[in-house]
Structures are given as C-alpha cells and as structure tokens.
C-alpha cells in the first residue's frame, strides 16, 4: 500500500507540481527580462547656466571657441572635456583666467601659452585649476591664476575637466550628450572675483569622440565633418564635430542658453537589448505552457477522485 501511495506521490509531483515549478521559475526569469528592456530612464536635468569664458579683464577672442570631448564614460556619467581659446586681452597684464560650466567638474587644469612682446619667446604656464562647485545653481567655476612673465596681450587657454550629469540614458542603448552655452551675461561667479565674460559672437567647435562603431543618432546642429581614426586603438574613434555661432552677453535678462545635442546608440547595449527581448518572449511563452499543462493536469486528477 505504501509503495502505491509513493508511487502516485512520485506521479503527481511529476506530472502536476514540477511543470508548475518550472513554469514559475520560466514566467519569473521573462518578466524579469521584460521589466528589464522596457524600464524607463529620467529626463536629463536642464541646467540654468551655460559655458562661459571668464577672466580678470576684458579680452576678445581671435579665433573660435573649441569643446573638445575626449571620452565619454556612459557608466559612471562623466566626460572628459577640454576648452580652449585664443584670445588677445585689452589689458596687459593677465592675472586669472576662468570657466563657468554647468554641473559638477572634477580634476581640472589648464594650459597657457603666450610670447614676449616682440613674439621671439613662448612661454607655458600650468598646473591644476581651482573649481567652485556651487550645489544650489549646480554650476562650476573653474580658475587659474599666474603672473605672466611678458607684457604679451594674447594667449592661448585650454582648460580640461572631468566634467558629470552632462550624458543623459534616453533609452536601454541610447544616450544624449548636451554642451549648452551662455548667451547672457549673467554668470554665478561672485561679483568680488573680478571676473568678466566675453562678449562679442563667437564661432564655436564641438568635437565629440565616440567608438568607431557608435550609431548617431541625431544632433543639433548637424555634423559638418566626422572623421573615423584605427591609429593606436583596436576599437577606432569617431570624431564628430559641430561648429555654430554663439553670441556670448548680447542678450541682457534671464539666463538664454544655445546648446549642441548629440544622440548616439550604443551597439554592444543594442544587442543585449534585442537579446532580453528575445529571452523575455521565449521563457514567458516556455512558462506559461508550462503552468497551463500543471494546472490543466492537477484539475483532470481532482475530477477523477
């Protein structure tokens, strides 16, 4: 009698309880896939404050205004980015040097060059930039001070920072980058700092450097060049580059910022999308015949008791 208690506990475990565990752990793995490729991302914050030149007297651009994006860290929301600008000052003597930028900056420097008066001598100047965060604007000022040690009124800056919350996930694979500008002169420095803004139009470079095989997919403005380069890199990059005017302080009143928008997919993130995708259909649909042939079993046994 026992040995036929087992044996119909060994059949119905079979043929009822295993097909119903293994449709469980089917329909939980395919949801979890599901949920996974169709969660949602937040919208990118917008920022009050654009990219600003600043510095400790009047000066005027001589050429554009370059945004280098070196490297994009998509996981851990950075990117590396440089600034330069060849400028001739009003006033000789130059003592600082600033960047107003959006966000959070992290591991600034900047790099000057200049001449002497009679341009037969260059002269370098760096080291590492100082930055005010400032958390209720959420914007950075980043300085450098030095005492030139010519008369020389131009320069060359590059300022370079690790720059966050610039790149927002807009999708599973996807991810925009914005660069906003200034176009007032209302700048979150202090007013004691002595600092000014540029003002005057000014044409504008963004290059952005992406893998080879990164998918654009959309930018405003348009690329006006894009150059893909294997030299010293198994992966290749893909320089995009953007130029516009800007008309740096023209417009008085609130903050009015002119940004650059580049959206890109990422293809190893594409992939696995299509690949949850897949997996999710599949073991819901395995799951779900199993439970329906573990439940349709267990009802055929209840009637013929």
């Known amino acids: 009698m026992s040995k036929i208690l087992r044996k119909l506990t060994l059949v119905r475990f079979t043929v009822i309880y295993l097909p119903i565990l293994v449709g469980l752990i089917f329909a939980a793995t395919g949801t979890a896939y599901y949920l996974d490729a169709s969660r949602t991302y937040p919208s990118q914050k917008l920022p009050k404050y654009g990219i600003i030149n600043l510095a400790s007297q009047e000066f005027s ?3 554009m205004l370059r945004v ?4 994009i860290s998509t996981q851990k929301n950075y990117v590396e980015a440089s600034v330069t600008l060849n400028l001739v000052a009003k006033e000789k003597e130059v003592k600082t040097f600033a960047l107003q930028v959006p966000y959070r900056v992290e591991n600034a420097y900047a790099k000057i060059a ?13 080291g590492d930039a100082k930055v005010e965060w400032k958390p209720e604007s959420d914007v950075s000022i980043i300085s450098y001070e030095f005492l030139p040690k010519s008369e020389t009124p131009w320069y060359s800056v590059e300022i370079g920072f690790r720059w966050f919350d610039t790149v927002a996930r807009t999708g599973y694979a ?10 007032t002169d209302d700048i979150a420095a202090d007013t004691t700092s002595g600092l000014s803004p540029i003002r005057e139009k000014t044409t504008v470079m963004l290059t952005v450097n992406i893998p080879a095989d990164t998918r654009l997919i959309d930018s405003i ?14 992966v290749g990059v893909r320089s995009l580059v953007f130029v516009d005017e800007v008309n740096f302080g023209m417009t008085p009143g609130w903050p009015n910022l002119p940004s650059f928008r580049v959206a890109y997919e990422v293809p190893e993130l594409q992939g696995r999308y299509d690949r949850l995708v897949f997996d999710s259909g599949l073991f819901l649909g ?11 079993d267990a009802i055929k046994l209840r009637d013929k008791k």
């Open 61 to 63: 651009s001589t050429d």
């Open 68 to 71: 280098t994006i070196h490297q």
């Open 114 to 126: 200049y001449t002497d008066a009679e341009k037969t001598s260059t002269f370098y100047d760096q």
């Open 174 to 183: 996807s991810y925009e980058l914005m660069v906003p500008f200034s176009r």
């Open 221 to 234: 403005p348009p690329p006006s060049e894009e150059v893909i380069d294997w030299q010293d890199s198994d």
């Open 286 to 296: 395995i799951g779900i015949q199993f439970l329906l042939a573990g439940i349709f």
